[in-house]
Nanobody, 123 residues
Framework: QVQLVESGGGLVQAGGSLRLSCAAS????????MGWFRQAPGKEREFVVC???????YYADSVKGRFTISRDNTNNTVYLQMNSLKPEDTAVYYC?????????????????WGQGTQVTVSS
C-alpha cells in the first residue's frame, strides 16, 4: 500500500514557476514509477510526466522544456518543477504511483493516486 500526499500548489502569474511535491509512504517507494497527471475543469484527466525507479522520464508534449520531474528515493518524494507557466496549465495536479513505468507511460493508469493540489495560472 502506498499513500501519496501532494503539496506546493497555488496561484501564480503567467510566466512564473511553482514546484509541486509528492510525499509517499511505504518502504518500497524506490521500486515504483511515479507520475503527475492533471485535470482542468470540465476536462478529462491528462498525463503530464512520469519517472521510473532508475530515473528514466517521459513527458507530455505540452510540458516538454518547461516542466521537470525528479525523485528523491531517500526521502520518498517526487517533485515537479514547473517553469514558464501558462493559463492553460491551470488544473488540479495529481501524483500517481505504479509498479510499472510502461503502464504509467502507455496507459496513463496507476495503482495509487494522491488527493491532488490546485494550480492556478493567471493571465
Amino acid at each position: 500500500q502506498v499513500q501519496l500526499v501532494e503539496s506546493g500548489g497555488g496561484l501564480v502569474q503567467a510566466g512564473g514557476s511553482l514546484r509541486l511535491s509528492c510525499a509517499a509512504s511505504g518502504r518500497t517507494f524506490s521500486r515504483y514509477a511515479m507520475g503527475w497527471f492533471r485535470q482542468a475543469p470540465g476536462k478529462e484527466r491528462e498525463f503530464v510526466v512520469c519517472i521510473s525507479w532508475s530515473r528514466s522520464t517521459y513527458y507530455a508534449d505540452s510540458v516538454k522544456g518547461r516542466f521537470t520531474i525528479s525523485r528523491d528515493n531517500t526521502n520518498n518524494t517526487v517533485y515537479l518543477q514547473m517553469n514558464s507557466l501558462k493559463p492553460e496549465d491551470t488544473a488540479v495536479y495529481y501524483c500517481a504511483a505504479d509498479p510499472s513505468f510502461q503502464r504509467l507511460m502507455g496507459s496513463h493508469k496507476a495503482a495509487y493516486w494522491g488527493q491532488g493540489t490546485q494550480v492556478t495560472v493567471s493571465s
